[in-house]
Nanobody, 126 residues
Framework: VQLQASGGGLVQPGGSLRLSCAAS????????IGWFRQAPGKEREGVSC???????YYAYSVTGRFTISRDNSKNTVFLEMNSLKPEDTAVYYC?????????????????????WGKGTLVTVSS
């Protein structure tokens, strides 16, 4: 049972990346999913989350630039990142929870997540 985040890399400011969070050993259909990031010397931040029924939440810092989506047929959740900025540089993690929250933003607290994937590094630099 595991989550695997992938798709990170080096990109210039203003560029785009698409991160994937793939599950193996279980199905994501009934899980809320969160994308988190942690930059060196900073606390972990909830970036974007999606509920099992597709409700979404975005942190203010990424609203309008990032889009979270899920493809249950592929057992994968995606994070499309556009207009990337140097301050988006971080290790990005995905996590899954079977808890049902009243507000989808609660998944981005990181509390109650059942599974965490290993991170993928995103570096935004010229």
């Amino acid at each position: 049972v595991q989550l695997q985040a992938s798709g990170g890399g080096l990109v210039q400011p203003g560029g785009s990346l698409r991160l994937s969070c793939a599950a193996s050993g279980f199905t994501l259909d009934d899980y809320g999913i969160g994308w988190f990031r942690q930059a060196p010397g900073k606390e972990r931040e909830g970036v974007s989350c999606i509920s099992s029924v597709g409700s979404t939440y975005y942190a203010y810092s990424v609203t309008g630039r990032f889009t979270i989506s899920r493809d249950n047929s592929k057992n994968t959740v995606f994070l499309e990142m556009n207009s990337l900025k140097p301050e988006d540089t971080a290790v990005y993690y995905c996590a899954a929870s079977r808890l049902v929250y009243f507000s989808v933003s609660s998944y981005c607290s990181g509390v109650g997540m059942d599974y965490w994937g290993k991170g993928t590094l995103v570096t935004v630099s010229s």
